[in-house]
């Protein structure tokens, strides 16, 4: 079995620009990619083509900056 980089939750949120809370909510209520396990290894994290594909159904949007 090929190994596949996983992507740690801290690159998938800089990647996402999603906040952490909200990125935990969004998960429990499976509107965001599954986190996957390599054999053998205890990192569980998310493979680049599902959060690229995820990207490309959500892209993020601009925050408004308020005084």
Known sequence: ??????????????????????????????????PVRQPRQLMVGWRAKDIARWLALNPPTPRVMRD
């Open 1 to 34: 079995m090929p190994v596949v980089e996983l992507l740690s939750t801290d690159k998938v949120l800089a990647l996402t620009q999603i906040p952490r809370s909200t990125f935990y909510k969004m998960r429990s209520k499976g509107r965001f990619p599954k």
